[in-house]
């Protein structure tokens, strides 16, 4: 496959020019590389580690949520040259989706760990830049219950504050760093918030405003829609695939 034919159906597929982002962050064609494509590398995170292991196991392009470029203007030196030059000096392509890979309906992080988790998303909720990313779902399970499946498909055990309903009824699901959206949360009637991370005081936002909270690692929670789009890549172009996970344990 064509470098410039993967981007543009990635580009439209993940609909990156319609989905607004965070201030300054650049979805898309980070890093032009090699024309002919074969073997796709995703991960998380544009690190030295993921692009150094993308050329041991010979990718013609790495697919990422969180890229190289968010904004700030930097010099070129030190790590952030190291992973300029790895990729520049190995003809390594980098194309990076965050906002929209987070709310994409098929290989979104927030939708598929949906689905992991055996629920049905029935509506949205959160905006970042006025759409929607967070999905929420109706269920009825004991609370001990689901912090075990949740446990279960993430591979550890999630932080939990239990401020919430012994019982789970409508659970909401942002991927990432989301413990600032509990407000946004309680505001659509969910008992139970699934996310990454928080600040230390978001517990005192889930305790008085009677919400669970699973802290479950921003990595933990962000691995769903980049391997669901390495899986739709295969299945759609038969490009060859693989994940490298590195992960952070936060």
């Known amino acids: 496959m064509q470098l410039g034919e993967l981007v543009s159906y990635l580009d439209d597929y993940l609909d ?82 965050h906002t929209p890979l987070d709310a994409h309906a098929e290989v979104g992080n927030n939708h598929v760990l949906a689905r992991k988790l055996g629920l049905v998303p029935e509506g949205m909720f959160g905006e970042v830049e006025g759409v929607p990313i967070g999905v929420w779902a109706y269920t009825d399970m004991p609370r001990a219950k689901f912090i075990e499946r949740v446990t279960d498909v993430l591979g550890a055990a999630p932080i939990s504050i239990l401020a919430g309903p012994d019982t789970v009824r409508k659970v909401g699901i ?15 009637g969910i008992d139970t918030f699934l996310t990454g991370e928080g600040n230390h005081h978001s517990y005192f936002d889930a305790e008085e405003l009677g919400l669970n909270v699973l802290y479950g690692g921003h990595y933990a929670t962000e691995t769903f829609g980049v391997v669901a789009l390495g899986e739709h890549l295969t299945r759609t172009f038969g490009l060859e695939h693989f994940m490298i996970d590195h992960p952070t344990g936060l």
């Open 174 to 188: 942002v991927t990432g760093g989301a413990g600032s959206w509990i407000g946004k949360a309680a505001e659509v």
């Open 16 to 97: 990156i020019n319609k989905i607004p982002d965070w201030k300054d962050a650049v979805n898309g064609l980070q890093v032009k590389g090699r024309k002919d494509i074969r073997r796709v590398a995703v991960t998380v995170d544009a690190c030295e580690y993921t692009i150094k292991e993308s050329l041991r196991l010979e990718a013609d392009i790495l697919i990422v949520h969180h890229g190289l470029f968010w904004g700030t203007k930097v010099p070129i030196t030190g790590a952030y040259y190291r992973r300029l030059a790895l990729l520049l000096k190995n003809d390594l392509g980098l194309y990076s989706s």
